[in-house]
């Protein structure tokens, strides 16, 4: 959503009224679909005793079945009373995008053709956590499309595939085990870690030619700690030994998308076109 504002910033007709139901519905669609995935995975026996990560509510009997399924059909449908407006403003290409991505949330995990179990999930995940989340901000902020938002949505999903990624290989031995073939769990190791990197090196650098061909060359320092950073975190993935140093990555790695995010918004927001 960050990269989506700053790039309306640069549009005269952009309008600040927008930015909180956008944000809200965005966060209620997230915490749908966790909740959901939650749901799911435990469902399906992807969740069991050997998992290593974050606290699963479902999984760890925090909740009951019954109160997470309830909690995730709540913020879905919280998600489409706060985009009713959203709607209004934007028409119908709102409406199908609002509504694909509470379905897309749900069948990520949910069904016989799950998507996360299918090997599918850094397709959805580029197109809606980065190329759709980036234009529809954009869109509904100024109504107006633009080339550049669908480029800038690029390295946005492949930071937020990447953080799909090091999950998936952290999860590789309990994957195979319950039939979950995410990538990974389907060619390996040695495979997560090459789609890993290149997610990465490809995000910084489609990042560094926005910012080269569209604003000033200036603004390229402000991506700095990104070449650091990017070299450093793929270092440590391949020099990663156990199941525990893949959720150190997959924490460093969610850090390094937030500050990837700050810094690519902030140039493009302090950039002239």
Known sequence: MWIGFALATHETSFQWIWVIPILIATLLIQIGTNISNDYFDWKKGADTAERIGPTRVTQSGLLSPNQVKLGFIIAFALAIVVGIPLALRGGWIIVFIGLSSVLLGIFYTAGPFAIAYRGLSEIFVILYFGIVAVTGTEYLLTLSWDTLSIWCGIPTGLLSTSLLIMNNIRDIPTDQKSGKWTLPARFGLRFGLMEFAFSLILAIGIAVGIVWIHFQLLYLFTLFPLYIY???????????????????????TAKYQWLFGILFGSAILLGTQ
């Open 230 to 252: 990017t070299y450093l975190i793929i270092r440590r993935a391949y020099l990663a030994r156990s199941r525990e140093e893949y959720l150190d990555l997959l924490s460093i």
